[in-house]
């Protein structure tokens, strides 16, 4: 390790949420084993001040690298990130030049849906994150994906109207579309909660308010794997995201960036892999 200390920004439209928090179980291990700090710029999801943000660590020269955290960032911003010797590591998006440290999105939401599919489910809804053009998520797109292949080679139907969205990943949001879902569908049988744990426990939630059962009639699968998605009722069956292993991978890489041992005009890109975690919900 260098002797010279060294700041890393952590970029994250929120903070508060569990799958921040765990990724940054992943990081702050890190913090033991050399001559490094981090600091914490919170978006809250608003693009004028996520632009802000970005383009103040560049110009104040706030931090020796930087982890982005879903958040995405213009091509010619990234340049001058590089330009300036400043190395950006992406958590979940992939931009042109840039390294990135992701989860295979596509093959969990599949492997959710074929398990849905292979219980009998037919009638598969799925609660996705918010579609905002250029600024969406790579994970939500990636994940509808995997949804659609895996409903198109189980020849069934994919239906536009069985997407829902969310914007926050909240409890509350997953109550309010299930019953959505189950107003306009009653032959609903599955959830799929593509925008997380949370979301699927407030599916579960509503779906237990409307006098219907977890998962004789509705079957729900989340995803991320949450600390705390074992301990619902019934236990919430999920994708688990190795989210610690992903904050300690963007973590290594931009240590490496920063020691030179990675150069300026390289990319790198690391995808892990995801578990499908069969509980009692689905």
């Given at each position: 390790m260098p002797n010279d200390f060294h700041t890393i920004a952590v970029v994250s439209k929120l903070f508060s949420n569990n799958f921040v928090h765990e990724i940054l179980h992943g990081i702050e291990p890190h913090l033991?084993?050399?001559?490094?700090?981090?600091?914490?710029?919170?978006?809250?999801?608003?693009?004028?001040?996520?632009?802000?943000?970005?383009?103040?660590?560049?110009?104040?020269?706030?931090?020796?690298?930087?982890?982005?955290?879903?958040?995405?960032?213009?091509?010619?911003?990234?340049?001058?990130y590089k330009n300036a010797g400043i190395p950006v590591v992406f958590i979940e998006e992939t931009v042109e030049g840039g390294h990135t440290v992701k989860v295979d999105n596509v093959k969990g939401s599949y492997m959710a849906v074929e398990h849905l599919i292979k219980q009998g489910r037919k009638k598969i809804g799925i609660i996705s994150g918010e579609f905002l053009d250029k600024r969406t998520n790579a994970n939500v797109v990636e994940r509808l994906i995997g949804y659609r292949k895996a409903m198109e080679d189980y020849e069934l139907e994919f239906d536009q109207k069985m997407v829902k969205h969310v914007a926050y990943y909240e409890f509350d949001e997953g109550n309010q579309k299930a019953k959505e879902f189950m107003a306009e569908y009653k032959d609903l049988d599955a959830l799929f909660c593509a925008a997380g744990d949370l979301v699927a426990m407030g599916a579960i939630e509503a779906i237990h308010q409307a006098g219907l059962v977890v998962p004789k009639d509705i079957a729900v699968v989340g995803y991320d794997d949450i600390n705390v998605s074992e301990f619902t009722k019934p236990a919430l069956t999920t994708v688990k995201q190795p989210l610690a292993k992903l904050g300690s991978e963007a973590f290594e890489l931009a240590v490496r960036c920063i020691n030179g041992q990675i150069g300026r005009d390289e990319s790198r890109l690391i995808i892990l892999d995801p578990k499908f975690i069969i509980r009692q919900s689905a």
């Open positions: 033991f084993k050399g001559p490094y700090e981090v600091n914490y710029y919170p978006t809250t999801g608003r693009t004028d001040f996520e632009s802000d943000i970005l383009k103040t660590i560049l110009l104040e020269r706030r931090a020796d690298a930087m982890i982005s955290i879903s958040v995405p960032m213009e091509i010619d911003l990234l340049e001058s």
